[in-house]
């Protein structure tokens, strides 16, 4: 949702301050936009966007043991054991091997690990998205590390009115530019955004599961040449 703002507030000039606008969304949701509001229906949108928030958390944490209870159920459904006379262990070994076993559904158990997952993404969801705010944080860095160099530096330097001094200053805003904006900005903004894909990221879809490599070796062909 703060990307399509980005691009509307682009495409419109729009002068509204998306700090105001994400903060507000989650504090006071029903308050007037004002200036703030970028396109018609926004209001209406950003409650939108909040209710199915508020709904997803519920709808990962229920749905899922229930489904899995009531699969557990069908499944097992013609494995009761019914006594007969003089043949309760015939019946009840006959239904053991036709059904491979009976395995114990512990619902209560499938609930808190959901419970758990629910409330990692939650929080993982939070986290994430504070720090994915620290690029945010590196864009202010930059433009006022522009402005203090462009201020400070340069127009410093034309205001006396000295060739010398003009040429000093000129040299030291060119160096400042090319080691400090373009040099140490870039390299801390491209290792932030490294770690966010590295930890952030991939943690939406990656699973250390599976098994265990074996990398190749000659020596293991021969061990098994053995046997």
């Known amino acids: ?36 509001q970028l396109f018609p ?31 557990h159920q069908n499944r097992h459904q013609g494995e009761s054991y019914v006594p007969l006379q003089g043949e309760e262990s015939l019946q009840a070994e006959a239904n053991h091997d036709s059904h491979g076993g009976h395995e114990e559904f512990e619902f209560g158990e499938v609930l808190v690990h959901q419970l758990i997952h ?50 000093v200053g000129i040299i030291v805003f060119i160096f400042a530019t090319v080691g400090v904006l373009l040099v140490m900005e870039t390299l801390s903004a491209f290792l932030h955004a490294l770690r966010l894909h590295w930890v952030e990221f991939q943690n939406k879809f990656y699973l250390g599961d599976g098994y265990k490599f074996s990398p190749f070796s000659f020596s293991s062909i021969g061990d098994e040449d053995d046997y």
């Open 41 to 71: 229906g926004q209001k209406t949108a950003q409650l939108v966007l909040l209710l199915l928030a508020l709904v997803s958390v519920p709808w990962m944490l229920l749905p899922k043991p229930f489904i899995l209870k009531a699969q």
């Open 118 to 167: 629910t409330i990692e993404f939650v929080l993982g969801a939070v986290s994430n998205t504070a720090s994915y705010l620290r690029l945010w944080a590196l864009s202010l860095a930059h433009s006022e590390l522009s402005s203090v160099f462009y201020d400070k530096v340069l127009l410093l330097a034309w205001g006396f009115n000295n060739v010398v001094i003009l040429v």
């Open 1 to 36: 949702y703060l990307s399509l703002l980005i691009i509307v507030k682009w495409c419109t000039g729009s002068k509204a301050d998306l700090y105001h606008i994400m903060i507000y969304m989650f504090l006071s949701p029903t308050d007037d936009l004002g200036e703030n």
